[in-house]
């Protein structure tokens, strides 16, 4: 009958598991799957401040990693240096970026986010013949690592200033290569790392007089 001796043990551990949950650990609000000792981040997007003194800038959502999925988190970027002759959507873009490559400060590293695109990715001048929305980047997006090509489309997705509206996002690198569209989908945002390497390609509209 080891049965009735087991009672007490479970008891006790369940006991011991609700001590736990009083003592300040906070619950994840994205569920992390790493083995049998899955690490506990919160997740929680800190509340962003109005925005300091002097500084010039707009609100927009930047897509992090946290919990090995893309959060967002709404940030105050810095309004972006007007250059003569850059195209506006091209600036802001541009501003995203920085956005995205700036390191999570202090409490949203405690949060358990981090970002994953590479210092010094810009905005490249768009070719001839590239179609309506294009944005060129200084590197190939299919040679970025997976989760910073997710935060890239999903940032500049969600993006009213470079994005028309829901749809994919077209992107090409600083050479002739066509550009490719991606989707940032809910299976995106839930495994970054699986985003397809090559995107769709787009070719340019066909001109009215063409036969």
Same mark, same amino acid.
């Given at each position: 009958?080891?049965?009735?001796? @087991?009672?007490?043990?479970?008891? +006790?551990?369940?006991?011991?598991?609700?001590?736990?949950?009083?003592?300040?650990?906070?619950?994840?609000?994205?569920?992390?799957?790493?083995?049998?000792?899955?690490?506990?981040?919160? %997740?929680?997007?800190?509340?962003?401040?109005?925005?300091?003194?002097? /500084?010039? +800038?707009?609100?927009?959502?930047?897509? =992090?990693?946290?919990?090995?999925?893309?959060?967002?988190?709404?940030?105050?970027?810095?309004?972006?240096?007007?250059?003569?002759?850059?195209?506006?959507?091209?600036?802001?873009?541009?501003?995203?970026?920085?956005?995205?490559?700036?390191?999570?400060?202090?409490?949203?590293?405690?949060?358990?986010?981090?970002?994953?695109?590479?210092?010094? =990715?810009?905005?490249?001048?768009?070719?001839?013949?590239? &179609?309506? +929305?294009?944005?060129?980047?200084?590197?190939?997006?299919?040679?970025? !690592?997976? /989760?910073?090509?997710?935060?890239?489309?999903?940032?500049?997705?969600?993006?009213?200033? /470079?994005?028309?509206?829901?749809?994919?996002?077209? =992107? +090409?690198? !600083?050479?002739?290569? !066509? &550009?490719?569209?991606?989707? %940032?989908?809910?299976? /995106?945002?839930? @495994?970054?790392?699986?985003?397809?390497?090559?995107?769709?390609?787009?070719?340019?509209?066909?001109?009215?007089?063409?036969?």
């Amino acid at each position: 009958m080891t049965w009735t001796r @087991r009672g007490p043990v479970l008891l +006790g551990g369940l006991a011991g598991l609700l001590v736990l949950s009083g003592c300040g650990i906070r619950a994840t609000t994205v569920p992390v799957d790493v083995g049998a000792a899955p690490s506990r981040v919160s %997740c929680d997007t800190p509340a962003q401040p109005a925005g300091e003194s002097g /500084v010039q +800038g707009f609100r927009a959502t930047v897509e =992090l990693v946290c919990g090995s999925q893309l959060v967002g988190v709404e940030r105050v970027v810095p309004a972006p240096e007007k250059r003569s002759g850059r195209d506006p959507v091209a600036l802001v873009a541009q501003a995203l970026l920085e956005a995205l490559e700036k390191q999570p400060s202090g409490e949203e590293r405690d949060a358990g986010f981090t970002t994953g695109v590479p210092d010094g =990715l810009s905005v490249a001048p768009t070719r001839q013949g590239d &179609p309506a +929305g294009t944005l060129r980047l200084s590197r190939k997006p299919e040679d970025l !690592p997976p /989760v910073a090509l997710s935060q890239v489309v999903c940032t500049l997705a969600a993006s009213d200033a /470079v994005s028309a509206g829901p749809g994919p996002v077209v =992107l +090409g690198g !600083p050479d002739a290569d !066509p &550009p490719r569209a991606w989707e %940032c989908t809910e299976a /995106v945002r839930s @495994r970054p790392e699986s985003v397809p390497t090559l995107g769709e390609l787009v070719r340019p509209s066909a001109s009215p007089s063409g036969g």
